[in-house]
């Protein structure tokens, strides 16, 4: 037994059965398998024999196919736990939103796909991986959203750019050559920014926010910046460029969190704000990756309180979007009345995000602002004003959404039960991640 | 004789690049795609072993036949697509000529880091360009999805003489029929209404 059948081509077989399943069995089979895979991950030990059962099993980390490999290392292993416990959490919110079950056997298909992205050796094959991740969104929509094509049109920009790269790259004989040397950094540099969705290639977030289902962007959202990262921050780990790259991602990450909160501040579409979210924390991670090996360590700790976010923002967002019949700022007017839970919920998301002090992102928010005020204080200035920007608009979210004419007092609950303690439970785990960041430190 | 082969397949690949550039019903456009895949695979067959060129032909042919099909079952065989940028055939003629001039001076440039063989490179850059311009002055569904496709087949003709492993040829493979069936799925049924997440 492998890694890689575990983790890779069950998860692609149960995607291909779940398209049969009926909803009931798809929620709850999709959400205890994606379950499952986190919780084995989390117990079995790779290369290692162990009794179950009676039986002698030994689980290898290498797959080998054709002279190649899919290899899981331990870094693989914290995301894979990751990635399916974050998934088993959309899986669940499926069955209290309409129209939103056919995420769950994608949900297995991508998973699967960025497993394989992270983990096939060698690296560059990588781009071929990520680049059938974007004709795999074409299957979600008919017609296809701009936003889909345009991150189609973005990864087939940049595959071959990352291909030749990564080619030349692992050859020393090039490598050396001070003539080429360059050559190869450009093509990896202008990959990297088409394949992150470096400014200004990310308009396809916000176009993504606006133009599907909130609980379909945010699950998106959340997947695709990710992987994109994770793919970055993989490809230069393996790389000697580091040092030539590091200005290429502060500036970027800088004027991509500065944009994304600033156009965050004035949306009125809380489908496009949830893009510029993705954007922003895009940006984020970019600002970690440039740190060297230390950044490379907050980005993978900082996966958790982002992926939290973005589950809570989706599901409460979701559910302000089935009652409120849009996602435009002027149809969500004092909804948060009639839906306190979900506002809340919603609100407090937004508040993580901007690094709110107890909330689940507010530690790395701050190891990231230390380390940017220790580079340059104008930097630190700037990584605040745009903490800011998300503060903002969480701030109007609040004031939107409590809206209430003097003399009103039409108070209501029209959560049901189910909904309310989901989003009570979102809202715990954001607190405690937040109060709690050394239990994650001590799993990395 | 190789060589002349090799040439005389680039003057076809130009002349379906155009072709597809210039053709406005999508019957035309599917026709100059099917075409494409002949001096494709011979120019892919001077890097790579003919066994693996003849792969990608049929590979090629196979994604050409199900955009056929799903555009015949989908109605949308006689329909046009019309690009939102410039619409004059003068322009994509000019952008072709521009895409070969660029391709004969990039055959001293590339030798730095690749050495494929000029017509491979020439054409991989043609293929490239006409991509770039089917999805870059197209909203339509097909003119765009065919753009990547040919951007696709582009850089797999000037990949091929950096690496020929059977792997890759199977990553390639696969990737072109998941792109062939992304864009079939979406000619050929209608949208139904409530049917997008």
Known sequence: MTAAYLWIFLPILLGIFFFTASRRTMYRWGTLSALGLAILAWLVPLDTPFHFAGLNLKVSSSFDFLGRSLSFDKQ??????LLYGITAMWFYGVHLLQ????LIPWGFLFNGLLLTLLTVRPFLYAAIVLEALGFLLLFLLRPPSPGILRFLAHQTLAFPFLLLAASFGSEPRIMSDAARAPFVIALLGVGLALSAGLFPFHSWMPLLGAELHPYFASFLLWLLPLSTLLFTGNILERFSLYTSLISLFQISGLLMILIGSGEMLVERHWGRALGYAAMIETGYGLLSLSLGQNGHSILLASLFPRSLNFVLWGFSLSILY???HGLEQRTLEGLGRRLPFAATSLILAIFSTAGFPLLA????RVILWNESSTYSLLWGLLFLISLAGIFGHALRTFNVLFAMESGANDWKQEENLEEKILLSLGVLF?????LFPQILMRLL | MNSIFSWIA??????SCGGLLLARQRQWRVAWLFLLYIPFTLLLSQSWPLSMALLR???GWIVTTSIAIALQSGRGLQERDHPFGPDTSFFYIQGLALLVVIGIGATRAFSILITPPAPSLIGSIVLLGSGIFLFGFNTATFPYLSGILVFVNGFELLYASVESSSFLLFLLTALNLLAGLAISHHLASPVAKGDEP
């Open chain 2, 57 to 59: 032909l049929i590979t």
């Open chain 1, 361 to 364: 992102s507010f530690p790395w």
């Open chain 1, 322 to 324: 089935h009652r409120g």
């Open chain 2, 10 to 15: 680039l003057a076809v690949l130009i002349l």
């Open chain 1, 99 to 102: 129209k939103t079950e056919v």
């Open chain 1, 76 to 81: 693989a292993v914290y995301i894979l736990i």
């Open chain 1, 430 to 434: 954001l607190v405690i991640s937040g």
